[in-house]
C-alpha cells in the first residue's frame, strides 16, 4: 500500500501546469476530516522529531519550480498528506519560488549567482550530475542520515545513482515508476481488441500483440493514430529492459550501451511503427501533438495509447473526462509497457525517484529536512497510506483495478531497484551526453524513419565523446562551499 504515495506529487503538476506562465492562481485551504487529521498526528509521534525539539519547527522553506506540488488551489484536488504533516505538526510553511520550465535553469542560475538562493527543488532527471557539477546543488548528507532506518530502502539508490565522491546528492523520500500506457476500455471493446491489462495479467502483453493493434487501428487518411506525445519512443526503448546511457556504480561512470541488441530490437519495432503510420506526425503539425494537448483524441476514437507519466491523466474528473474518457464509467485504464517477445520475459519500466535537492546556498536546509522527513513517514506508515490511497477513489475516482495496476508498475519498478536493473534516466543532467542519446529516441515522431546501424553510424562516436569529456569532469569534482 505504501507504494501509492509517489502519485501525490506528480498528481499536481499538470494542475499545476495549467496556470504556468500566467497570473498565479489563488491558493485555497483545503484540510482532512477531523478523523483523518487526528489519525496522522497521532502515528506521527512514532516516527518523526518531537516538534518541540527540532529547531526547524516554525520555519518556512522555499521551493523552485515550475509547478507547485504543496498547495491546493482548487476544492477538487488532493490533500498533500507530507506538506499537510509539516504544516499542522511543525508549524512551517513552504513557499513556491515560481519559474518555468523553459527558464528554470537560468532563473535558479541567476538566484544562486546573486545570493538569492531558494531552500530545495525537485530531484530527478535533468538535476544530477550536471547540476552538481556546475555548482548549484549540494550534497545532502549533513542534514540527511541515510543510516537512520527512516531512510532504509532507498540509501542505497541515492548512493549509487546520486552521489559524487561518495556524498549524496538527492533526498529520496520513495523510488517510483515512470512511463506506461494509458488507454480507453470502451474504445478498445468497439474494436474488439483484447484489454491490455487483462493481457498483462495473463503474461501475453508483448511488442507483438502491441504493435498488432497499432497497426489495424491507425489510418491516416481518417486522422486516426494509435500513438501520440512525445514520450512513446522512449518509453517503448526503455520497455527492453535498458537505456542509451547508463551509469556503472562500480566504475563510477556512465556508459554508453548502444551495442545492446535488446535496444536495436526496439528500435525495429519503433521503425516498422512509423513506416506504417501508426504515430500522429507531429513534424507535420509544428512540432506539436494533436491539439496541443496530453492525449488528445482518445475519447473520440482517434487515439489508441497515450505512453507517458501517470502525470498526464491525474487530474480532475472532468479534465480526465475530456480527453481520456469518462472514469466514472470506468473507461480509463493504465497499464505497463508490453515486453519483448525475445527478451527475458520481464516487463520493464523506466524508474524514478520521488524526492528533492537541496540548492547551494539555500539558508534553510534543516526546514527541508524536516519537511523530507514528514514526506517519507507517509511513505511507510499505513495510516497515512490509506488515507492517500482514498483520496485518490473519492476525488479522483480511481477505480480498485486501476490502483491494482499502479501497485503492479510499481514492483516491477521495485523488483528492478532490488535486482540491480534499474533503468534511471539523467535526460539534461548529461549535459551533451543527453543531446547525443536522445537522437536514437527520435523514430516516430517524422516520417524519416533511420534503422538502427544509420542511428549508430550517425551519433554513436558523438555520445562516446561526450561520455568522455563527462566522466572526465566527473572523477576531477571536489565539492566546495
Known amino acids: 500500500m505504501k507504494r501509492f504515495i509517489a502519485i501525490l506529487l506528480a498528481a499536481i503538476l499538470i494542475l499545476a501546469l495549467v496556470g504556468c506562465g500566467s497570473k498565479r492562481r489563488e491558493i485555497i485551504e483545503l ?57 499542522n505538526k511543525y508549524g512551517c510553511e513552504i513557499e513556491w519560488v515560481e519559474t518555468t520550465w523553459a527558464d528554470s535553469n537560468a532563473d535558479l542560475a541567476n538566484l544562486v549567482l546573486s545570493g538569492k538562493s531558494p531552500d530545495f527543488a525537485q530531484a530527478g532527471e535533468g538535476i544530477f550530475p550536471s547540476g552538481a557539477l556546475k555548482g548549484m546543488y549540494r550534497p545532502v548528507d549533513d542534514f540527511i542520515d541515510y543510516d537512520d532506518p527512516l531512510w ?66 491507425s489510418n491516416r487518411d481518417e486522422d486516426r493514430f494509435a500513438l501520440d506525445g512525445w514520450f512513446f519512443p522512449a518509453g517503448i526503448m526503455h520497455s527492453s529492459g535498458t537505456n542509451i546511457v547508463s551509469y556503472d556504480p562500480e566504475q563510477m561512470k556512465f556508459v554508453s550501451n548502444v551495442d545492446d541488441p535488446r535496444l536495436e530490437r526496439a528500435e525495429n519495432l519503433l521503425y516498422d511503427l512509423t513506416k506504417n503510420e501508426c504515430a500522429y506526425p507531429i513534424s507535420e503539425n509544428g512540432w506539436k501533438q494533436r491539439n496541443d494537448v496530453n492525449g488528445s483524441g482518445m475519447k473520440d476514437g482517434l487515439l489508441l495509447f497515450y505512453i507517458a507519466g501517470v502525470w498526464s491523466f491525474q487530474t480532475t474528473v472532468d479534465e480526465t473526462a475530456a480527453v481520456f474518457g469518462d472514469v466514472r464509467e470506468g473507461e480509463l485504464m493504465l497499464v505497463p509497457l508490453p515486453r519483448d517477445d525475445e527478451g527475458d520475459g520481464k516487463y520493464h519500466l523506466e524508474s524514478g525517484v520521488v524526492g528533492y535537492t537541496l540548492v547551494k546556498g539555500g539558508q534553510n536546509p534543516e526546514g527541508v529536512a524536516l519537511y523530507c522527513a514528514c514526506e517519507r513517514f507517509k511513505v511507510l506508515d499505513p495510516t497515512v497510506v490509506n488515507i ?20 503492479e508498475c510499481y514492483r516491477i519498478s521495485s523488483e528492478a531497484y532490488k535486482n540491480g536493473e534499474a533503468i534511471v534516466l539523467y535526460g539534461d543532467g548529461l549535459g551533451n551526453a543527453n543531446s547525443a542519446a536522445s537522437q536514437f529516441e527520435t523514430q516516430g515522431f517524422s516520417p524519416d524513419v533511420k534503422t538502427w546501424a544509420q542511428l549508430k553510424e550517425a551519433n554513436g562516436d558523438a555520445l562516446e565523446y561526450a561520455l568522455e569529456e563527462l566522466n572526465s569532469e566527473i572523477s576531477s569534482f571536489t565539492y566546495s562551499d
Open 31 to 87: 484540510t482532512l476530516s477531523t478523523e483523518d487529521a487526528e489519525a496522522i498526528l497521532l502515528a506521527a509521534g512514532v516516527k518523526l522529531p518531537d516538534e518541540n525539539e527540532t529547531p526547524a519547527a516554525g520555519s518556512t522553506i522555499q521551493w523552485f519550480s515550475f509547478w507547485d506540488g504543496f498547495h491546493n488551489y482548487g476544492d477538487d484536488e488532493v490533500v498533500n498528506t507530507g506538506y499537510w504533516t509539516f504544516k
Open 152 to 217: 532504509e530502502g532507498v540509501r542505497d539508490f541515492a548512493m549509487d545513482y546520486y552521489s559524487l565522491n561518495g556524498r549524496p546528492y538527492f533526498i529520496i523520500t520513495d523510488s517510483t515508476f515512470d512511463k506506461v500506457i494509458c488507454y480507453n476500455r470502451r474504445i478498445m471493446t468497439e474494436w474488439g481488441f483484447d484489454d491490455p491489462a487483462e493481457l498483462y495479467y495473463n503474461d501475453q502483453w508483448t511488442w507483438n500483440e502491441f504493435y498488432e493493434m497499432c497497426a489495424d487501428f
Open 388 to 407: 492517500d490511497r482514498r483520496q485518490l477513489k473519492e476525488i479522483y475516482l480511481w477505480s480498485d483495478e486501476m490502483l491494482e495496476m499502479w501497485d
